[in-house]
């Protein structure tokens, strides 16, 4: 026997299964919704080299611009877009800036130094005063 949950009205659900004597019980909620139209929007995706850094390593990055427009399955490339990438220690209020203008293809390259003296934990790097931004 199948079922389904209604989509639309907004609700969390926990689901419950039962066949005979044994019962089977969701450990999180579901959540159903009725997709909305998204709005178009800008975003710079970054990358990096790995994904876990030493103090004292270089850290080299690339981003890439572009416009999103997921209703129209629309992406373009922002080309000669100028961004200003920061970078910082978690719980520090020290960051790195660095200016950066998107080549014809929309993206961009730089490296920082990860820093010796402080104490080791999460880093972010993302685009101010820019399209959105990724961290990691």
């Known amino acids: 026997m199948a079922s389904s949950v209604p989509r ?4 969390s659900y926990l689901i419950r299964a039962r066949h005979k004597d ?48 997921q209703e129209k399955d629309d992406y373009e490339l922002l080309p000669g877009k100028n961004v200003t990438v920061l970078s910082a220690i978690q719980m520090e209020r020290k960051w790195l800036r660095q200016q950066h203008r998107c080549n014809d293809y ?22 101010s005063g820019g399209p959105m931004f990724d961290a990691f």
Do not use: W
Request: aromatic share 14%; hydrophobic share 30%; with cysteine.
């Open 8 to 11: 639309g009205d907004q609700r």
């Open 22 to 69: 044994q019962e089977l019980a969701s450990g999180n909620e579901f959540y159903s919704y009725a997709p909305g139209k998204g709005s178009p929007y800008s975003q710079t995706i970054f990358f990096t080299d790995r994904a876990i850094y030493r103090p004292g390593q270089t850290i080299q990055y690339k981003g890439i611009c572009l416009r999103v427009n």
């Open 106 to 127: 929309g993206s961009f390259s730089g490296s920082f130094t990860a820093p010796r003296d402080r104490l080791m934990g999460a880093m972010q790097i993302h685009v």
